[in-house]
């Protein structure tokens, strides 16, 4: 169970789930996904994959109101009762997310006998944890948490922090993100541009130009700013570049305004979201990621495509790719003095990646100059990412540790019959 499942491929968490349930499918688990309903248009049951999806009750997109039927306390008690009345035959219940989906899991798991594993979701300010203070609903979900029969973090900062908080630490499972092993090639990256270009004439790449993508909310939170704001700059010194900025939000007007202003029009592509973004990640030249969202799915699917990445500085992103800001700081250096400096020959993932300072655009700059300059050098780079990452966290092996912890739960609950989770039902 999670807020968000497709067609929403490029919110991170529903790119996640997405993600795992295929996976879940593939090991022969009969598993079921239940989501918000995206729209009053969608069905409130369809096949993904010929996995059964229910979203029967419609999220009320631009936050809880007053009005009765779009309150957050209305939302769990409908979708609580939801859950009493259908998933009985369920064996185990996991929840992407620790906010109001867990809420409304786990006391109608608890009523039906269902072992509920809840993964604490989210980097920063962008975290569960984060959500837990802002809000009374917040503290009730933190409180609720405490009664799930499994806990999943992905670092061992979020499994200290949870710990502070109450957390039991022999409930608490940490699983990291999950990196595959898909690869594109120059043949492949140049038949999906002619595909998505003959689709959307703003997705048209020309030849000699390379595609910057970005994938972010765009709200002012969010860190896409520090892209925008140097796109002019960009162009002044990089020609030859395409701008893909995917996502939606409150300030998707502003920012279309303000690169047009700038005579980018022709450079600029903001096609809003896709229902599945393997495509996009296939025709893209290097990824350019600011903020604490997206740390989930979205870098991690970067990596496994080989797109290299150009990282801004900060604790989320130092924690992911274990690098000290020693090192950051030396990176972001060796940039500015050679912007087409070599690959590097360290196995450390912080080596690999192309580091800027959000707070000063010419960093950023440099940083592009170096990846436009050098695209092969770059993908030697993401190459050598990819394949450190994988030797610790490859994605089989995060997949086996979900099944795992899942037939571990199924099994102490209903010794009887845990085919569920290896096989059969689940």
């Not at 079921?32 to 997109?61: E, G, N, W």
């Not at 360290?346 to 960093?363: I, L």
Request: charged content about 20%; aromatic content about 8%; glycine content about 8%.
């Amino acid at each position: 169970m999670g807020r968000y499942f497709w067609p929403y491929g490029s919110v991170d968490s529903a790119g996640f789930l997405m993600t795992l349930a295929t996976a879940f499918k593939a090991r022969g688990i009969d598993v079921q996904v239940l989501a918000s309903r995206p729209s009053t248009a969608m069905p409130t049951f369809y096949l993904y994959r010929d996995i059964p999806v229910h979203c029967p009750i419609k999220l009320f997109q631009k936050g809880w109101a007053v009005r009765g039927d779009r309150t957050a306390s209305r939302y769990v008690k409908r979708l609580g009762q939801w859950i009493e009345d259908n998933m009985a035959a369920r064996q185990v219940m996991l929840v992407n997310g620790a906010q109001e989906e867990a809420l409304a899991g786990l006391p109608a798991c608890e009523a039906l006998n269902i072992p509920t594993a809840v993964r604490l979701s989210g980097a920063g300010q962008c975290s569960d944890f984060e959500f837990f203070r802002q809000s009374r609903v917040g503290k009730r979900c933190r409180q609720t948490m405490l009664n799930a029969d499994a806990v999943i973090v992905q670092h061992a900062d979020d499994h200290r922090q949870w710990i502070v908080q109450g957390g039991d630490d022999q409930k608490t499972h940490r699983i990291g993100p999950a990196i595959g092993t898909s690869t594109v090639t120059p043949e492949q990256r140049q038949a999906m541009r002619q595909s998505l270009g003959a689709i959307n004439g703003d997705l048209h790449v020309p030849e000699d130009h390379a595609v910057l993508l970005s994938i972010q909310q765009m709200r002012s939170e969010s860190g896409l700013a520090a892209l925008v704001d140097s796109t002019y700059s960009l162009s002044q010194s990089i020609g030859r570049l395409q701008y893909w900025l995917i996502g939606d939000g409150p300030r998707r007007e502003s920012i279309f305004g303000a690169i047009r202003a700038d005579g980018l029009r022709q450079n600029l592509a903001m096609p809003g979201s896709f229902a599945d973004m393997t495509d996009v990640f296939h025709a893209a030249d290097f990824l350019v990621h600011n903020g604490d969202w997206g740390w989930e799915h979205l870098v991690p699917t970067a990596i496994q495509m080989g797109l290299p990445l150009l990282v801004a500085n900060s604790l989320v992103a130092r924690r992911f790719f274990s690098a000290s800001t020693k090192l950051v700081k030396q990176r972001i250096a060796e940039i500015a003095d050679s912007p087409e400096m070599a690959a590097p020959t360290g196995a450390e993932p912080g080596q690999s990646v192309y580091w800027f300072e959000a707070g000063h655009p010419q960093t950023l700059q440099q940083a592009v100059a170096a990846v436009v300059n050098r695209l092969d050098i770059a993908r030697e780079r993401a190459n050598q990412l990819r394949r450190t990452l994988q030797h610790d966290q490859s994605f089989d092996r995060v997949v086996d540790q979900y099944v795992h912890l899942l037939q571990r739960l199924a099994a102490k609950a209903a010794p009887q019959n845990v085919s569920g989770v290896s096989g059969q039902t689940s």
